[in-house]
């Protein structure tokens, strides 16, 4: 075996127990079962009981959900009942952001050799490093604005694309940016008990950021990334 690979051997051991010591944690504090629009109201009373420190819990959840496949939505929208709504979405931008990177750096250095498997096994990881290879960042960008591939797959899978890390981390930052604000306004005008001008004011303004997202691939050059990902939707 070559000293290549047994440091890639390594890195693999090495990430393989910390996502298990961290998978065991948050099942034995029951955490995973609470990740789910159904339970948000305990959720948020968690979250909440930790005062100062809130934030960065809840930041942390969302690096947890990102790495752990675990769903992005309810977390989403606890930032809007947590927080105010400028906070909450500083918040939840920062960390779907940071939870993305994490699984992108996952992917990229540590688990690559397991990951990499997945690249001739499943059609929507080739479909995206196809189109990274011919259309760089704009791929990244389409396929955050689309929901078609799993966002917490995508994150792993950019990890072994040709895509920079910065260029990953800022691009993925500019498309989450809209759905995360909409989630987290139609969430705190409807806890925060705001007059009806108020909570109308806030749901047109997620109307707004939504449609703009989906108005995304309009804005692309016409292509066969765009071409691909849209009979992929339609499909669906």
């Known amino acids: 075996m070559t000293e290549a690979k ?17 998978a065991y944690a948050i099942h034995h504090f029951g955490l995973a079962k609470y990740i789910s629009r159904d339970n948000l109201n305990v959720l948020q009373e968690w979250v909440g009981s930790f005062g100062l420190m809130a934030p960065v819990i809840y930041i942390g959840l969302w690096i947890a959900a990102c790495i752990f496949f675990l769903p992005g939505l309810p977390v989403a929208i606890l930032g809007g009942l947590l927080f105010d709504p400028i906070p909450g979405i500083i918040y939840a931008s920062l960390g779907s952001t940071m939870g993305a990177t994490a699984a992108f750096l996952i992917g990229r250095y540590a688990a690559r050799d397991l990951v990499e498997g997945w690249k001739e096994k499943n059609k929507h990881v080739k479909k995206i490093d196809d189109g990274v290879k011919k259309n760089g960042w704009r791929m990244l960008l389409l396929t955050r604005s689309v929901p078609v591939f799993p966002f917490n797959l995508q994150n792993y ?9 910065a260029l990953y981390f800022i691009v993925s930052w500019l498309a989450m940016i ?38 995304i691939p309009k804005f692309l050059n016409k292509s066969d990334m765009v071409d691909d990902v849209e009979a992929e939707a339609n499909s669906k």
Do not use: H, W
């Open 6 to 22: 047994k440091k890639n051997k390594k890195k693999l051991i090495i990430t393989i127990i910390l996502v298990a010591i961290a």
């Open 157 to 165: 899978v950019y990890g072994l694309t040709d895509i920079s890390l």
């Open 178 to 215: 809209p759905g995360t604000a909409a989630y987290v306004l139609m969430a705190s005008a409807l806890a925060r008990g705001e007059s009806p001008m108020q909570i109308l004011m806030y749901i047109a303004i997620a109307g707004i950021l939504i449609v703009g997202v989906s108005l």
